[in-house]
């Protein structure tokens, strides 16, 4: 496939999570190249990173920079992102330059709740502003009530979210150019 790259962060650690579904439900939208990251980083301590930066925040690091595009699939754990998306945030910060600056970058979110993670998003643009990226505003993609959103191959069954998500990868490849 050839196109743009376009990198993913979950936020869930899961491999059957929402969150990846969605994902992936994505990363086929935007019609490019994809990858995902792990962001099972350590957790970010200054003395830790005295002794070097980490082979995972190195490796992640390395994706984002080489990605033309980031992806932020992010669930709402206790009404905000989950401590692994913030974690990766703060040891990329670190680095100079950061890989994430002027990154296009979109996020979406798939919840149980009736809100589909909106709280989780809005809170993730506000830990972007540092990293001086702009996520796309619009459209919003919130999958709510998720766990009944997705067939058994793992692909989104409502037409309405599969045309928010097209558009905004669709946005989000044009943003590559």
């Known amino acids: 496939m050839s196109g743009p790259r376009l990198l993913g962060l979950c936020g869930s650690l899961r491999a059957e999570s929402l969150n990846r579904k969605l994902m992936l439900e994505a990363a086929r939208a935007f019609d490019g190249e994809f990858a995902e990251a792990s962001l099972r980083l350590p957790l ?33 754990y206790n009404k905000a992102p989950p401590g692994a998306v913030k974690n990766a945030l703060d040891w990329l910060s670190r680095l100079k ?57 793992g692909r989104l069954k409502s037409e309405r979210y599969r045309a928010q998500l097209a558009e905004l990868m669709g946005r989000l490849r044009d943003a590559c150019r």
């Open 97 to 153: 330059p950061n890989p994430l600056r002027g990154k296009p970058v979109a996020i979406v979110t798939a919840a149980d709740g009736r809100a589909g993670g909106e709280r989780s998003q809005m809170i993730l643009r506000w830990m972007l502003v540092p990293h001086r990226v702009e996520p796309l505003a619009w459209p919003e993609v919130l999958v709510a009530r998720a766990g009944t959103e997705f067939d058994a191959e």
């Open 44 to 76: 970010f301590d200054e003395d830790l990173e005295a002794q070097g930066i980490p082979a995972e925040v190195a490796a992640l690091a390395a994706a984002v920079a080489g990605a033309e595009a980031v992806l932020f699939a992010c669930p709402e």
